[in-house]
């Protein structure tokens, strides 16, 4: 991908190839504070309304392959490995790569799933992509896309639905929960291969009765 200013957007994009498969794009607006902490591979955005508060957000793209406007996400990942989309968030307690988390809605910050209750199953699902010492700790968030932990993941099943698991909060498991009342079956993704999951949680559940 060779340099490109992308016209007729505002405010305007300039996309920089860094030679080594990644690229860096750019928002530059006129008498506004400038972005800092861009990195390769990072659609950023600012927001807030002072210097100050200017944060940075984005998609990353590892090595993406773009045509025609979309980006393909890579498959065939190495153990910590991830391609997708992802959020920078905080944590609510320890996590480590792969772990599974949910939003919580009291404070903002991202716990670990389990499918043994409703409150720890159902909203926002995401895949820790950068461990987090403790509560407070500053975090990535895999949405959706494929991710690779080794570590944390069980042997995955090719094209077989994966679930939260309801023995271990913040672990995955091929097999549906089954036989106790109040448990959450909820489909978080997809084997890959053995080791890699396609993330793509399914904004419905089963709650057993």
């Not at 490109?4 to 996309?15: E, Y």
């Not at 890579?74 to 949910?102: I, K, M, P, Q, R």
């Not at 679930?163 to 498991?173: C, N």
Request: hydrophobic share 45%.
């Amino acid at each position: 991908m060779e340099d490109t200013v992308f016209f007729g957007v505002f405010p305007p994009l300039k996309a920089k190839d860094n030679g080594d498969g990644t690229f860096s794009i750019a928002v530059s607006i006129a008498g506004m504070p400038p972005l800092t902490g861009m990195t390769a591979g990072e659609l950023l955005v600012a927001t807030g309304a002072t210097t100050a508060a200017w944060q940075n957000t984005g998609v990353r793209l590892v090595d993406p392959d773009i045509v025609g406007g979309t980006f393909n996400v890579n498959t065939g990942l190495s153990d910590g490995e991830y391609s997708g989309t992802v959020v920078d968030g905080v944590a609510g307690a320890a996590l480590v790569f792969g772990d599974l988390v949910y939003l919580a809605f009291g404070d903002s910050r991202w716990e670990l799933a389990k499918a043994d209750a409703e409150a720890t199953a159902f909203g926002k699902l995401a895949i820790c992509v950068l461990a987090a010492v403790g509560d407070g700790s500053v975090t990535k968030l895999l949405l959706w896309g494929n991710v690779r932990a080794d570590a944390v993941f069980p042997a995955l099943t090719i094209g077989a639905p994966i679930h939260i698991s309801e023995a271990t909060a913040g672990d995955v498991q091929v097999a549906a929960p089954t036989g106790t009342t109040g448990w959450i079956v909820r489909i978080v993704g997809y084997g890959n291969t053995a080791d890699e999951l396609f993330f793509c949680p399914d904004n419905t559940f089963v709650e057993l009765a």
